[in-house]
């Protein structure tokens, strides 16, 4: 830390702000993402039994590589349904730096405007059979509004690592859908908690079978 206050980079409150920002949109979010998916798999062997065929047919038994990302389309698929269903940023907030009208609302300056990513990803105008669990709806050119899907925010202010988290997310559920099935242990339910992100509310007990 010393070294780079002498350098000018950071101070102590900076560097702090930086190292929890990290932790919080680079592990926290991918973390939920993946502990959803895994519950949702449990509950719809079909989806996950086309996973683990995938899984196997591209890697055939090794380590996944970053190049084998984009030869994983069902692996992402069932990674954005599950994001779709459970995004870790439930709600996105924005001040209103002046008044503004949305849509016949008068947003005065100052206020707080919530965008709910949680509720936006259920309305069924834009989602057929919204409590669905669904991944072919992220195969092929599937025609939606611009913002009907928003896990990583939107605009000018989206997430700088969407593609890297999507990347990461899709690599560690590879690798653990090439060795392990995880399933719920029975009568487990998982109510979710919204704070900063949503996650499961508590321990999500399952049962780790090596393939």
Not at 34 to 52: D, G, Q
Not at 80 to 102: C, G, K, Q
Request: charged share 25%; hydrophobic share 40%.
């Amino acid at each position: 830390m010393n070294l780079l206050k002498e350098r000018g980079e950071f101070d102590a409150e900076e560097l702090r702000d930086e190292v929890l920002t990290l932790l919080l949109a680079g592990h926290e979010t991918t973390a939920a993402s993946l502990a959803w998916t895994l519950v949702l798999l449990s509950r719809y062997p079909a989806a996950r039994e086309r996973l683990e065929e995938e899984v196997d047919d591209v890697l055939g038994g090794r380590e996944p590589k970053a190049e084998d990302a984009d030869r994983l389309p069902w692996t992402k698929a069932v990674l954005s349904e599950a994001m779709r269903l459970y995004p870790p940023a439930w709600t996105i907030e924005r001040d209103a730096v002046n008044d503004d009208d949305v849509a016949g609302v008068r947003i005065p300056a100052g206020s707080t405007v919530a965008i709910p990513p949680y509720l936006i990803h259920r309305n069924e105008d834009f989602w057929p059979n919204p409590e669905g669990f669904q991944p072919e709806r992220f195969i092929g050119d599937q025609q939606r509004p611009r913002y009907a899907y928003l896990p990583f925010g939107g605009g000018r202010r989206i997430c700088v690592g969407a593609g890297f988290a999507m990347l990461e997310a899709t690599l560690v559920l590879a690798t653990i859908s090439r060795a392990y099935r995880l399933d719920l242990a029975p009568g487990v339910a998982v109510p979710g908690r919204a704070e900063i992100t949503y996650r499961p509310a508590g321990p999500v007990p399952m049962r780790v079978i090596r393939r």
